[in-house]
C-alpha cells in the first residue's frame, strides 16, 4: 500500500497488541467528546491485554476512573495508565 494511505495500517497487528497500544486497538472508531456511560455501554464488557506475558484487564474496571466527559483517546490512555500505577486496577 502506498505511505500515507488511508488503509495503511501501523503498529502490532489485532490481538498482538497489549498495554496503551492493546486498549486503543479495543477503542478503535469512537468519536470524541464521548461519554463515560456510553463508554462502558459499548466497551464494558471487552477485555484487552495489558502485558506481554498475557496479562489481562477489563475496560469496565479501566473506565470507571475517567470522568464523566472525555475529549480524547489520550485522555483514557493516560487515567488506565495511572489507575495501573497506583495499583488500583482490579
Given at each position: 500500500m502506498a505511505r500515507g494511505s488511508?488503509?495503511?495500517?501501523?503498529?502490532?497487528?489485532?490481538?498482538e497488541a497489549f498495554g496503551?497500544?492493546?486498549?486503543?486497538?479495543?477503542?478503535?472508531?469512537?468519536s470524541f467528546p464521548i461519554s463515560?456511560?456510553?463508554?462502558i455501554d459499548r466497551?464494558?464488557?471487552?477485555?484487552?491485554?495489558w502485558t506481554k506475558n498475557?496479562?489481562?484487564?477489563?475496560l469496565r474496571?479501566?473506565?470507571?476512573?475517567?470522568?464523566?466527559?472525555i475529549q480524547s483517546v489520550t485522555q483514557i490512555t493516560q487515567v488506565v495508565s495511572d489507575t495501573v500505577k497506583q495499583g488500583t486496577r482490579r
Open positions: 488511508e488503509q495503511e495500517h501501523r503498529g502490532p497487528q489485532e490481538g496503551v497500544a492493546g486498549l486503543t486497538q479495543k477503542l478503535h472508531g469512537i463515560k456511560q456510553e463508554l466497551f464494558g464488557n471487552e477485555r484487552f491485554q498475557g496479562e489481562t484487564m477489563s474496571d479501566c473506565l470507571r476512573s475517567l470522568p464523566n466527559e
